[in-house]
């Protein structure tokens, strides 16, 4: 943690910038509730969960002791389990996933703050919009009065060498910028969630104020 936190200030300076202007999210994927707990005695605030269930299983044990994002695929019908106990969606990405999270917080009388994902790379294995498709996915949802759209999200490619995904968040976050201009009612391009613990560096240097960190805090994890 503390490593991620010198690392990530090394480039916020040459920013103007420190670690407390981005938001670091924990990855809690298959993490039991006792390092979660001892990661939040550390100054954890945000975790992310990629399955319903886990969010589920693990919101009774720690509830509102952090901030709760959904970073996976997220199936429409198991929105209505999270709905009111997410931060934040970061894998909004068809329309039918945003016609169910619009009834589902029109149900729980809730606002949801999410991302839209986008699979620069076009990655086959990979969720997410294309890149062309983003902007007219954006103008047509715009109207789910529901829906908060805080930014965008991508997962790059793993690579040894981060230096060659480096074009996933520059393209990003050119995408980002050219949104905002747009300045389209009822979205906020706020939030670049990209990076993770084998590039967040690189994702840093490129604009991100999102990272998601789940090895570099926690080990690697064998499934």
Known sequence: MEIIKEKANKILSRKNLSFNDITLVAVTKTVDTEKINKAIELGITNIGENKVQEIQSKYEQINNKVKWHMIGHLQSNKVKYIIDKVEMIHSLDRMSLAEEIQKRAEEFNVYVNSL???????????FGLRKEEVIPFIESISNFNRIRI??????????????????????????????????????????????????????????????????????????
Request: overall charge negative; charged content about 35%; proline content about 2%.
């Open 116 to 126: 839209v994902q986008v699979n620069i790379a076009e990655e086959d294995s990979k």
């Open 150 to 223: 805080k930014g965008l999200m991508t997962i790059a490619p793993y690579a040894e060498d981060p230096e060659e995904v480096r074009y996933v968040f520059k393209d990003l976050r050119e995408l980002f910028e050219e949104i905002k201009e747009l300045n389209l009612d009822n979205i906020d391009m706020k939030y670049l969630s990209m990076g993770m613990t084998n590039d967040y560096e690189v994702a840093l240097e490129e604009g991100a104020n999102i990272i998601r960190i789940g090895t570099g805090i926690f080990g690697k994890r064998i499934y």
